[in-house]
């Protein structure tokens, strides 16, 4: 009897492999898509570069998994796991010893038995990052008109960003990237004197969005003018 038992769920068993149900991976096909393919420019050792990584995706169905490596650089995923319509992130932070040299970076999607993988690459140069404090101090200068004015991103007095210099070769105009847990910050400012010392942000969903969505600008610094909504980018800054 016993026996009679077994080899009926032996036989259920084999049907449902037989018929799909069992299976537990999508092994359909999908392509992973990297943003930016290049740099505006070059990298300095410690900063933090974030590619954004999507998935073209027939089936629809289970989420395709993100990994990287590189021998350059210290590499972290965020959102790993996305499905079409979701990013992550490929955070890469090159070494001390990178300076110098070209970092390659190698990007996997993977989903069942299924992959897709790219790579990207750019240039480290010696270098420091001697623009925090003033970008700290000009990112506050926006946050009580976004608390007030949006307070559907809540972004408030209390919300934490990390920073990162970004496109250092780059002085007339400088740039900064600041994350929180949901929003990438691009902070830009023009190095010159009034009425000309204007300073713009653009902001990102980071597990929604490739591209921003909302910017703003304070037309003089030293005027301490109010922010006012501008057209926004049309592409991330790296």
């Known amino acids: 009897m016993r026996s009679g038992k077994k080899l009926l769920c032996l036989l259920v068993t084999a049907l449902l492999l037989a018929s799909g149900c069992g299976e537990k991976e999508n092994d359909s096909p999908f392509k992973i898509s990297i943003l930016p393919q290049e740099l505006k420019g070059f990298s300095i050792s410690g900063q933090s570069i974030h590619y954004l990584v999507t998935v073209s995706d027939e089936a629809k169905k289970d989420a395709v998994t993100v990994s990287a490596m590189s021998s350059g650089a210290d590499v972290t995923v965020v ?13 890469v932070v090159p070494k001390p010893e990178s300076a ?16 897709d993988k790219k790579s990207v690459t750019f240039d480290v140069i010696e270098g420091e990052d001697d ?16 608390a007030e004015e949006h307070p559907e991103y809540k972004i408030t007095a209390d919300t934490k960003w990390s920073g990162t210099m970004v496109s250092p070769q780059w002085l007339v105009v400088s740039h900064y990237l600041f994350f929180s847990d949901e929003w990438e910050l691009h902070l830009e400012w023009h190095v010159m004197i009034a009425p000309s010392d204007w300073v713009r942000i653009d902001l990102r969903q980071r597990a929604n ?3 921003p969505s909302s910017a703003f600008e304070i037309s003089s610094v030293s005027g301490k003018t109010t922010p006012i909504p501008i057209e926004v980018p049309s592409e991330i800054w790296r």
Not at 104 to 113: A, L, W, Y
Not at 131 to 146: D, N, S, V
């Open 79 to 91: 959102n790993k796991d996305i499905l079409e319509g979701k990013v992550a992130e490929v955070i």
């Open 100 to 115: 110098g040299k070209t970092v390659t970076v190698d990007i996997e999607g993977k989903r069942g038995s299924v992959t």
């Open 209 to 211: 969005e490739t591209k």
């Open 131 to 146: 623009r925090k404090a003033y970008a700290e101090e000009l990112l506050q200068m926006f946050i009580p008109y976004l």
